[in-house]
């Protein structure tokens, strides 16, 4: 007789019942049901049969070819096929054993569990508008509109890798975009370039300066006490006038310059930038006269220096000036206008010697004056006498230098790091240093320049380098914009709905604000689609949809998704609801429900009027981890509006994820059935987590600061990386957990650091094996044990543990680590890579308490290496 179980045996008397595939599985032995078990039993039954105290079928033969035994045999043949099928059907009932998809969602619908369906990836598209390509981001081109609508649905593609498939967005909503949002600069703070000895070139505002070759300049340096100030003499040696430039500027080279201690009240009024020219030269009155020893003895004896030399060589009283008390009055060679009461001037003698001195005007008129064998008219100024010990007997050696201008140095935007958390001196954090707008900057806020009344609700894009050079994208929402107008400029404080976890240097900082969230679903190209026709005799009316999947897109709720369906009924919308309990038959509310064997149905909780293709629903497909593209990687524009010139994405996109296998529901369903929409311990914390939207894997701890109990929630995504800086899934994961925790619950939700270990093994293998099919063997189960999806968050790796599983691999007969390392991980003595799970840390200064998120050390394929054991 012919084995019926499927097995592969002859006949039944070989039977095995191997196909069942449940062995182990299931209480009980599947052993009890194969053909040979069933009629040895009955056998031994029929034998042991009793009748007039005798046993009269002790004797039966055993032979196939005995009828009686025939007949048990048929009898057991169909016994066991009824009891395999039996088993097959307990099988198919339980959670663990089944491998009937359809049977499992319908097995865990029971108890609410709903199967994740694929889920659609989510983007943020940065567009620029109102310009071409190529053109100046800032450049609106003729004919093309500064202000654009972006419509909701506008399709973007990536660019596939070699050999890969494009993957097409949809704008999730319609969003204005303007010219001038396309990237938006910071207000930096304005700083003076320093100035040295060393400085050998100064730019000062405007063009009338009226410097030239060989005047002297003044630069104000730094400020030494609360009196005097340090200032640098430097001669020009170039002038070039920069009147194309914003602002125009006189820039100034300069050589040999030397710094001076001047008191302020010499300078004033002056301050930090300041520019004195000292465009005219002057000397003495005398410093021309002619040499005495060349005059006459007569001449020489009349009007030399000292009555006790005969013949004198210098003459008398040849000194400059005059001391009366506090003030030196001194004849200048000639008449010099720019010598006026207030303004500054520099002694300087040819030796150097001694230092230059600056000493302010106090008065000054024209008068005359005839000695030293000269006459001419001159100017008489009034100085300090501080200047007069160290040049009055220097009348021809001094060069006068005279104040005919001043100016401000050009100020730069300074180079700092935004937004600004260094706390000021009453600790809080420290305000630009601009000359304009002095308001604090906090790290959920900072000034940008001119004026750009973003929307509250904004989404937009930070991106820059940070102070180690690598670039930073982040992205935020703008809760609100205030403008600021001072004395030149306009700006714009943005305020954003969270602190920046991002430090960018001021000068590589962007702004693109014309930012517009998109998911990986498509709509059908025949628009929305009239499912089905309303009939009020009918209750729970349920509808097919034509087209899957039904794409599943972020939305707010304890799952972080919904589908992306909009159903009318005669032109009426209706509502979306997760269930459709105590609904009455007036509601106008439907749910989607999941065809156990692919697709998805519209199910009403009311009644629905009558009419001839009145149900009609407009929904997107699609969805799936191919959705998680990287940054910089959507830029095909498939449906053109005019005025839009050019899409990205700088951040990458994240969320997508595949419908739960079979064996994700073995797992996932249980966690899923134990929260029930809320959470209280800590494994209700990861099974809430892990269920969310775009959530790979999570892990919840417990921290304490002071009297405040706070749930630390570490998440990967689907894709087992860190969330992006500013991502939907943080924020929307923390709604949804505080909303299901009881009250009073502080959540921290963070991603993590990767330490990738970097793993050297030398092996010696089997000789009687492939030497390299064995290293495969090691590397993939190295990759089991220790890869991103199975390694927990915060725990450290020993050595013994990668040698043990290395070692368990078949044909591996000695293994030793030669490299095992992370970077910024220094092994313990006991032979671990610590990891640090999330800790919270309190800022003394400010008082913040910050989380610090934890570690995860993992394996890539690629960073296993092998070498041969030698002996």
């Not at 060069?399 to 935004?418: F, M, N, S």
């Amino acid at each position: 007789m012919s084995c019926t179980c499927g097995c592969g045996a002859g006949d039944t008397a070989s039977c095995t019942g191997a196909d069942s595939g449940t062995s182990g599985q299931l209480p009980g032995d599947p052993s009890r049901f194969r053909y040979g078990s069933i009629l040895e039993r009955l056998l031994d039954r029929i034998s042991r049969a009793e009748a007039l105290d005798s046993r009269p079928l002790a004797t039966l033969g055993r032979s196939p070819d005995d009828p009686a035994v025939a007949l048990l045999a048929a009898a057991a043949g169909a016994h066991h096929v009824l009891a395999w099928t039996l088993h097959r059907l307990a099988v198919d009932s339980t959670l663990p054993g089944t491998e009937d998809r359809a049977a499992l969602v319908r097995l865990t619908a029971m108890l609410g569990h709903v199967p994740r369906p694929a889920i659609a990836a989510r983007a943020l598209l940065a567009f620029r508008v109102g310009t071409l390509p190529g053109a100046p981001d800032d450049t609106a081109l003729p004919g093309m509109p500064d202000v654009v609508t972006i419509p909701q649905g506008f399709k973007v593609a990536s660019v596939p890798e070699q050999g890969g498939q494009p993957v097409t967005f949809e704008t999730d909503s319609a969003v204005e975009a303007r010219t001038a949002w396309n990237a938006l600069l910071p207000l930096r703070a304005l700083a003076l370039p320093q100035v040295s000895a060393t400085t050998t070139s100064v730019e000062v505002e405007g063009v009338d300066l009226g410097a030239r070759v060989g005047d002297r300049v003044l630069v104000h340096a730094a400020a030494r006490t609360a009196r005097r100030s340090s200032w640098l003499l430097a001669r020009v040696t170039a002038v070039d006038i920069a009147s194309f430039t914003e602002p125009a500027r006189t820039v100034l080279t300069v050589s040999a310059g030397r710094l001076l201690t001047v008191d302020n009240a010499v300078t004033a009024p002056s301050g930090p930038g300041t520019v004195i020219l000292l465009g005219q030269h002057a000397q003495a009155f005398g410093a021309t006269a002619p040499d005495i020893s060349f005059l006459p003895d007569a001449v020489r004896k009349e009007h030399g220096a000292g009555p006790d030399n005969p013949l004198p060589t210098e003459w008398d009283g040849f000194v400059m000036g005059t001391v009366s008390g506090r003030n030196w009055n001194i004849h200048l060679d000639a008449v010099h206008p720019e010598a006026a009461s207030g303004r500054v001037v520099v002694f300087e003698t040819g030796t150097g010697r001694p230092t230059p001195g600056a000493a302010r005007v106090l008065a000054a008129r024209e008068t005359a004056r005839s000695d030293f064998g000269l006459s001419a008219r001159c100017s008489l100024v009034t100085l300090g006498s501080a200047l007069a010990k160290s040049f009055s007997d220097k009348v021809r050696e001094t060069t006068i230098h005279l104040e005919t201008a001043r100016g401000v140095l050009v100020a730069h935007p300074e180079e700092r790091v935004l937004p600004v958390t260094d706390p000021g001196p009453d600790g809080n954090p420290a305000p630009p240093q601009h000359p304009y707008f002095d308001r604090q900057n906090l790290p959920d806020r900072f000034y940008l320049a001119g004026e750009a009344a973003l929307p509250p609700g904004r989404r937009v894009i930070l991106t820059g380098r940070a102070a180690d050079g690598q670039t930073v994208s982040e992205a935020a929402t703008v809760l609100r914009t205030e403008t600021r107008t001072g004395r030149a400029h306009r700006a714009t404080l943005v305020v954003f709905d969270r602190p920046l976890s991002g430090r960018w240097t001021s000068a590589a900082l962007t702004v693109l604000a014309n930012v517009v969230p998109s998911s990986h679903a498509q709509t059908p190209a025949l628009g929305a689609e009239t499912v089905g026709s309303g009939d009020p005799a009918s209750a729970l009316t349920r509808f097919p949809l034509k087209q899957s999947p039904l794409a599943h897109i972020a939305a707010r709720g304890p799952r972080g998704y919904a589908p992306a369906i909009e159903v009318r009924v005669d032109d009426r919308r209706y509502e979306h609801a997760d269930t459709l309990y105590g609904e009455g038959p007036d509601s106008r509310r439907f749910r989607v429900t999941e065809r156990p064997e692919g697709g998805s149905d519209v199910q009403f909780a009311g009644r629905l009027p009558s009419g001839s293709g009145n149900v009609v629903a407009l929904y997107r497909t699609g969805g799936g981890a191919t959705g998680n593209v990287p940054g910089g990687r959507l830029t095909q524009i498939v449906t053109p509006v005019i005025g839009v010139a050019s899409v990205t994405n700088p951040l990458a996109a994240d969320g997508g994820s595949d419908a739960e296998t079979v064996e994700e529901m073995r797992t996932g369903a249980p966690k899923a059935i134990r929260t029930l929409d809320r959470a209280v311990s800590l494994a209700d914390f990861e099974a809430f987590a892990e269920g969310y939207r775009g959530v790979g894997k999570a892990s919840a701890v417990e921290q304490r600061a002071g009297l405040r109990r706070i749930v630390c929630v570490t998440v990967a995504t689907t894709s087992f990386a860190p969330p992006a800086a500013g991502s939907d899934l943080v924020t929307g994961l923390h709604a949804a957990l505080v909303a299901v925790a009881p009250p009073g619950t502080h959540v921290r939700i963070a991603g993590f650091v990767d330490l990738p270990m970097t793993v050297a093994l030398a092996l010696a293998s089997d000789p009687y094996l492939p030497r390299p099919d064995v290293e495969a063997a090691v590397r993939a189960a190295l990759v089991r044990d220790f890869g991103k999806p199975v390694r927990p968050f915060g725990t450290a790796v020993h050595r013994s543990q990668i040698i043990a599983t290395a070692q368990n691999v078949p044909g591996v007969t000695a293994v030793v680590l030669t490299g095992f390392s992370a970077p910024g991980v220094t092994q313990d003595t006991e032979g671990r890579l610590p990891c640090p799970g999330p800790t919270l840390v309190t800022d003394r200064s400010t008082g913040v308490i910050r989380l610090e998120p934890a570690r995860l050390l993992s394996v890539a394929a690629s960073d296993i290496t092998f070498t041969e054991l030698t002996a």
